[in-house]
């Protein structure tokens, strides 16, 4: 399990596909990657 604060989390990166920016409250760093955090309830209305 891992656990995230959210006051770590940053906005998301400019770069980030418009796609994933629609559904994403943020991102965590971890190491040289990206933890796109998806908002659920976002992704609910869509499907």
Same mark, same amino acid.
């Given at each position: ?21 629609? #559904?994403? &409250?943020? !991102?965590? *760093? %971890?190491?040289?990657?990206?933890? #796109?955090? &998806?908002? !659920?309830? *976002? %992704?609910?209305?869509?499907?």
């Amino acid at each position: 399990m891992l656990s995230l604060s959210p006051a770590e989390r940053a906005a998301n990166p400019a770069t980030l596909d418009p796609q994933w920016k629609e #559904v994403s &409250l943020g !991102v965590h *760093r %971890l190491g040289d990657n990206l933890l #796109v955090v &998806l908002d !659920v309830e *976002r %992704l609910m209305q869509i499907g």
